[in-house]
Every structure is written in C-alpha cells, then in structure tokens.
C-alpha cells in the first residue's frame, strides 16, 4: 500500500474540489476521488515513518501558500497502478514557491522514507489533484466534459498531512494559520 506527505487544503478549497468530485458522482461514472481529503501529494512511497511528519516543522510555518489549480489532466493507466485505467486530475501549476517547498520535503524526510515513487522525485513530480482513477475509455471523454473548463482556481494549501495507506489514516500537521 502506498504512503505519502501531501499538502492539504483549507475548508473553501476543499470545498471547491468536492464540488467537481461530485459533478463526476451525479453523472454515474465509477472511481470519483470522494472517499478521501483533496490533496497535493508531495511524496508518495512503500512507507513514510510516523517521524516524517515531525520533521516537517520548518515547512509547515511556510504554510498557508496559494496554489493555482489549472486544467484537467489525464495520467496514463501506467499512473494509476495495478488496477489500470485512467486518472482524471487538476494539473497544479508549479510555481518556485511551490517546487522549493517539494525540494525541502523530500530533502527533510529522505531518511523517513522507503521505496519512494520515481513520479514524486524532485525532477520528476507531476503536481496534480486526484478528482477521479481508474476511469475506462469510455469514461474518459464524459468525464473531461464535466470537469473541463478554462478557469484557473487558487486554492489555499494550510497543513501538511502524513497518509498511511495500510491503515487508512492520516495525521495532520496544521500550518502557522491553522
């Protein structure tokens, strides 16, 4: 199971995520991302030490930090893991302030981590927001409908939490304003 560091959103942003989520929901179509936060994965990995978090002290007094969600992306099946299909997200527009943040994270907890995913390497991190997985083919073109739209949405990143995919908890670490 995957592990992970990933920013989290204040109450409007989440909001404004779920909102698509739930475009996705009420037109039928499988795998909407609604069982969890919205977030920005940072790191993802076979495992994060509860100890990760703690080391994150200097970025979370960086937080809150505006972030720009851009237009839909879509991530190949080769993204989405063993259960194939296709990943629909918001392409996050990567912005010094934000890669900077990425890079002191990974730099912070890199003795905390196990079998770090190449896709969320400085270098080679996608920034994105997950609003639905494993869409088929046929999904794919619906899908985008909904959610496609040429608005640029800045949304607020206020803490940083710790995800264990095992257990399927998070711990969270607010940032200064929270």
Do not use: K
């Amino acid at each position: 199971m995957v592990h992970s560091l990933e920013l989290t959103f204040d109450d409007a942003a989440g909001a404004a995520i779920i909102a698509e989520v739930n475009r996705l929901v009420a037109a039928g179509l499988r795998n909407p991302h609604r069982h969890q936060r919205p977030h920005l994965t940072l790191i993802a990995a076979r495992s994060v030490e509860p100890a990760a978090l703690s080391a994150l002290g200097p970025v979370a007094q960086r937080l809150p930090i505006t972030i720009r969600l851009g237009a839909p992306i879509v991530l190949s099946h080769g993204a989405a893991g063993a259960h194939g299909g296709y990943v629909l997200a918001r392409s996050v527009i990567p912005t010094s302030e934000l890669l900077s943040l990425h890079a002191t994270v990974a730099r912070l907890t890199a003795g905390f981590v196990d079998g770090e995913f190449g896709h969320s390497r400085p270098g080679e991190w996608t920034p994105h927001v997950t609003l639905a997985r494993r869409l088929s083919d046929d999904q794919l073109a619906p899908a985008l409908t909904l959610v496609s739209d040429n608005e640029v949405r800045q949304v607020v990143a206020a803490g940083i939490r710790r995800w264990d995919g095992e257990a399927r908890t998070e711990t969270l670490l607010a940032g200064r304003a929270c």
